[in-house]
């Protein structure tokens, strides 16, 4: 088996240069868009307002993103404050642009009348297509990876011999996490994509939610396998939150249940705009 790294770099013009990761990071984004915007149609939600809703979250997101890294990594920054700004060194984190994303969620749907549970439900399986190809990113930038391991354990899991190759990092072979947890991904939403439409399991919101369970149970067990993790004093930042959400969204589930009064999760079931334009 031949050793050949793979180069990050997607295309080089002149000085500029473009990176896959940022290449994947998009190509993730168009395809969650156009996943939403499907499933908007059924839904009776216009088009106009799910893309509305993507040119404000995403630069929100980004931007949540990284001042979720820069806070857990605050020692570095103090020092170097002109490094905040430069995102093309490194440093974002996935949940930082979650959490910005929902807060412009919040305030969007209020604005324009709309659903906000509906809106999530349709927004879920987007989150996860872009976390699974974002997830190949970080493996052609060689990071989020796990501790130090052998070529035959890589080997035994059957995987390419390109991850394979990718995965040997200053001389070592590494756990590659960042598949784990794409792969992780990748099987909540194929479960998500397959019983959405359930009335009998789903209330309405509750894809959302169970995204969230979803995503926040693998990406605790991921984490406890990093190298690279943020820390709050001894405790991974990403481990806590994740057993945060995971409580706060079972919490949820069962609140709402309890109540007995919400509209089953159908297919056109009914939601007309309370308003024309």
């Not at 890589?154 to 190759?165: A, D, M």
């Not at 397959?194 to 939610?209: D, I, N, S, Y």
């Not at 820390?231 to 409580?247: D, E, K, M, P």
């Amino acid at each position: 088996m031949s050793l050949l790294v793979l180069n990050p770099i997607f295309l080089q013009l002149g000085p500029f240069a473009i990176r896959w990761y940022g290449v994947l990071i998009a190509t993730g984004a168009i395809i969650g868009v156009w996943l939403a915007l499907r499933e908007a149609q059924k839904r009776q939600i216009m088009a106009d307002d799910i893309i509305d809703l993507v040119l404000w979250g995403v630069p929100f997101a980004l931007i949540g993103a990284r001042l979720y890294y820069v806070i857990f990594q605050w020692s570095f920054y103090a020092q170097y404050p002109s490094e905040i700004i430069k995102i093309w060194h490194g440093g974002i984190a996935i949940y930082g642009g979650l959490i910005a994303a929902l807060l412009v969620t919040i305030v969007f749907t209020q604005k324009r009348q709309l659903p906000i549970w509906l809106v999530l439900d349709i927004a879920a399986p987007s989150l996860l297509v872009g976390q699974i190809v974002g997830r190949w990113g970080n493996f052609m930038n060689q990071e989020a990876y796990g501790a130090i391991t052998s070529a035959s354990f890589l080997q035994g899991l059957h995987l390419p011999n390109f991850v394979i190759q990718q995965m040997l990092i200053n001389g070592h072979y590494r756990q590659p996490t960042f598949l784990y947890e794409s792969v992780w991904n990748l099987i909540g939403l194929i479960i998500l994509l397959t019983l959405r439409h359930r009335p009998k399991l789903f209330k309405q919101g509750e894809v959302f939610l169970s995204y969230v369970l979803w995503y926040s149970l693998g990406r605790f067990f991921v984490e406890g396998m990093r190298t690279d993790s943020l820390y709050w004093g001894a405790l991974r930042v990403s481990q806590v939150l994740s057993v945060v959400l995971f409580i706060g969204a079972l919490v949820v589930v069962i609140y709402r249940r309890r109540q007995g009064d919400l509209p089953d999760y159908l297919a056109g079931s009914g939601f007309k705009y309370p308003y024309q334009r």
